[in-house]
């Protein structure tokens, strides 16, 4: 009775610890690397994600059996090619197919939901996609991932409401994506009312060769308790025509 009462106590104490999280954001162009049209890359995309080790990874422009990607279905492959859970999002049909985001992680995926974003002005529908992660100690934490519209009017919309749904989480919570906007404007001085941006070891992630715009980010809601352990953009400028980025954040 004394060893199963000290085991609870253990695994209570435990569960408070604060967990490292790895957590990489990449824009993949469907695999097709810059300046080879119609070839399609999808190892150079795995060996990225591979490489990075990370447990939430979120991933934008992902095609789902398109000709243009030689009909693969590509969350399904990733997954494959990562050993990871994953959720695909769509955001729109094309031709027979889809084209949306995807998440992988190493981690159990105990629930998963999809929300269309906001257009006020006609555009490509866009998508917000959140799971909730089981992680080896129990925690739970909720890992969300998007591709905001090019339109400025839409890319407002859409982050007032992300955050409208941000604030409702009580659990830890991370944001990450291509956001189509530089920090100095207004969609991400929106988004930084409830989530928070690194603002000290932050780079450019686009394009692929001689960056000059910040827009993909990884960013975590004000509400959680965390801390910055690493935040870098990866150096890989063949893959995509974004670079990948990657963090590593303690979480309590």
Known sequence: MRLLFLIVFLSLCLSSFAQSLK????NIHHGNPPGKPGKIDLSAIAKVINDADADLVGIQEVDVNLSRSEMVDQAGK???MTKSNYYF???ID???GEYGTLILTKHRIISQRRYDLPMPVKSENRSLAIVDVELPDGKVVSFANTHLDLKEENRIAQVKYINELGVRYTRPLIL???MNARPDQTPMQ????????NTNTNEPTSPNV????EIDYI??????????IKYEVVSEKHASDHLPLFAEIEIE
Do not use: C, I, M
């Open 23 to 26: 957590v990489l954001t990449y």
């Open 78 to 80: 990733l997954a494959e």
């Open 89 to 91: 999002s769509k955001g």
């Open 94 to 96: 094309l031709e027979n």
């Open 176 to 178: 990450v994506g291509d």
């Open 190 to 197: 929106l988004l930084q009312t409830h989530f928070v941006r």
């Open 210 to 213: 001689n960056p000059k715009n």
């Open 219 to 228: 960013l975590v809601g004000k509400h959680s308790k965390f801390k910055w």
